[in-house]
């Protein structure tokens, strides 16, 4: 389901910084999972960051960053905005791509937030493009 609202992809140079945003219905704190990720062109989409919320279940309360992102993009949220961020500094060429916030308020036995299976909701996608 496209819920979320995204905002702040454009063009940028390498060694660049963005700073995307992605509006949720509701509360973001009542989702049990949060996340974001970007699909390359051509390639599958693949998980940037994310956070699962402890529900009770076993695959509950993680964190997960990819290791492309580590060190230079900091996902985090403003609760009262109903908000979630993604703060992407040191912007490389090979970071060009579309990106994606989910999330999710189901609850669920198993979850892999960097799965893209476990989301129920998801933004547009906004394009990312680090060139010179």
């Known amino acids: 389901q496209l819920h979320l609202v995204e905002s702040g992809g454009g063009l940028v140079q390498p060694g660049g910084s963005l700073r995307l945003s992605c509006v949720a219905p509701?509360?973001?704190?009542?989702?049990?999972?949060i996340g974001w990720f970007r699909q390359v062109s051509g390639k599958p989409r693949e998980v940037v960051s994310c956070?699962?919320?402890?529900?009770?279940?076993?695959?509950?309360?993680?964190?997960y960053s990819a290791d492309f992102a580590q060190g230079r993009f900091t996902l985090s949220r403003d609760n009262a905005a109903n908000t979630v961020y993604l703060q992407m500094n040191n912007l490389e060429p090979e970071d060009t791509a579309v990106y994606f916030c989910?999330?999710?308020?189901?609850?669920?036995?198993?979850?892999?937030?960097?799965?893209?299976?476990?989301?129920?909701?998801w933004g547009q996608g906004t394009q990312v493009t680090v060139s010179s």
């Open positions: 989910a999330a999710d308020d189901k609850l669920r036995l198993h979850r892999y937030c960097q799965s893209t299976v476990d989301y129920t909701y």
């Open positions: 509701g509360f973001i704190s009542d989702y049990y999972a």
């Open positions: 956070i699962s919320k402890d529900d009770g279940n076993k695959d509950d309360g993680s964190t």
